[in-house]
């Protein structure tokens, strides 16, 4: 709940499931349920990425769509059991050297809490909590969203922030299950999972930090509707892909900093976001030392992150690397333009 890179995190998830078999397909849209009678028995999904129609069948199927959970609900026909609301909230990121402290801030406001979280050579400033009923996959911030988080945060500052401090904003939505409540911050963080009809089960609400809870109520719920036994659930001793081994390497950085030809920082900064599969990235330095140097115009990132974004975490776009893989788009006063000719180069061969 304090430190986390939500877009790496769900990457790293879906690789891990795909490392247990899954099949995983980014940019398929669900557009339709296949039915049978009453029941539901697979999904139609359009491949927004190289085109074309297809049909997935399953015994049941895992409806998890977040903020969109209304919509998806919609395809089935029928009313929902509940309905999920968009709660925006945004956050600002400046330069470390623009506010001199040595810890994180806590502080409170009218309505909650708001945060300055160190952020590698940065701070992130949020949140905010305010409705949101536009185009859900783009929720963008306000001129008085970034007053109010400026307002809040000179409150406590000696030399105050300004706009120009502002290298990069982003907004995104919490999925509320829609009560009785006008005010999204009171809005419930539980989860719920339905089985509106047979063949369907519905996941929605819920938070980051209970995701295997969520997960598992609603795999738990999928298993009552097969005819056949399944093992007891075991994600509380499931480590992502990445987690073995990384304490060993972290002990181990300054040792894999010589052999490597880097910075113990570099090592440092990869093990940071990759854990033990730093040492996939560390072999494509090896391979090609030109990919251990830092990418001009984003001097955080090694040029190899970018291969490997492209090779190993299924990046198609060049705003995949510079948004999503890494935080480059608001972590760089240009939003990543001096270095996107680098990256896409990078990218292209792969
Ligand atoms: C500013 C902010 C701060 C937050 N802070 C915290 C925090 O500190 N701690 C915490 O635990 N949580 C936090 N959260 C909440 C957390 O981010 C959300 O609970 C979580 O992201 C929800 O994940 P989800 O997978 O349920 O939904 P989403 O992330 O919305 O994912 C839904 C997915 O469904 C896909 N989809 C939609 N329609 C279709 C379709 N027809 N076919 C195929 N796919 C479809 C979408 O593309 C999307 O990928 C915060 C949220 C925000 C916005």
């Known amino acids: 709940d304090a430190q986390m890179d939500d877009a790496r995190y769900v990457a790293t998830l879906v690789r891990t ?12 849209r669900v557009t339709a349920f296949l039915r049978e009678g ?45 309905h999920v609301r968009a709660s925006k909230g945004i956050h600002l990121v400046v330069p470390k050297d623009r506010i001199h402290s040595t810890t994180g801030l806590i502080l409170r406001t009218e309505k ?60 995104g939505l919490r999925p509320l299950l829609a009560g009785e409540s006008d005010a999204t911050s009171k809005l419930s963080r539980e989860h719920t999972v339905a089985h509106p009809v047979p063949g369907l089960v519905v996941v929605a609400g819920g938070k980051y930090t209970t995701y295997r809870v969520m997960a598992k109520d609603a795999v738990d719920e999928a298993v009552h509707g097969l005819d056949q036994r399944v093992a007891q659930c075991v994600t509380e001793e499931v480590p992502l892909l990445g987690a073995e081994g990384y304490r060993a390497l972290w002990n181990a950085r300054a040792r894999i900093a010589a052999r490597a030809g880097l910075h113990v920082v570099r090592v440092e900064h990869l093990l940071n976001r990759y854990g033990s599969m730093a040492e996939e990235l560390l072999g494509l330095i090896e391979g090609d030392a030109r990919l251990g140097e830092p990418l001009a115009g984003a001097e955080d990132y090694l040029r190899a992150e970018i291969v490997y974004a492209a090779s190993h975490e299924g990046a198609r776009h060049l705003d995949d690397v510079l948004t999503r893989r890494t935080r480059i788009s608001i972590e760089t006063f240009d939003r990543g333009t001096r270095c996107a000719r680098e990256c896409a180069d990078l990218m292209a061969p792969v």
């Open 17 to 28: 499931a795909a490392g247990y078999g899954a099949h995983v397909a980014n940019r398929a």
């Open 112 to 171: 909650s809490v708001l945060f300055v979280i160190p952020w590698g050579r940065h701070w992130i400033i949020g949140t905010t909590d305010t409705d949101w009923d536009l185009d859900k996959a783009h929720p963008a911030a306000s001129s008085a969203d970034i007053d109010y988080l400026l307002e809040h945060v000179n409150s406590v500052l000696n030399v105050p922030l300004g706009r120009d401090d502002v290298e990069g904003v982003y907004a």
């Open 38 to 82: 009453e029941r539901v028995v697979g999904v139609r999904v359009r491949d927004v990425e190289g085109g074309g129609e297809y049909e997935v069948r399953a015994k049941q199927v895992v409806n998890a769509t977040g903020v969109w959970t209304d919509d998806t609900q919609a395809l089935i026909g029928e009313r929902g059991q509940f």
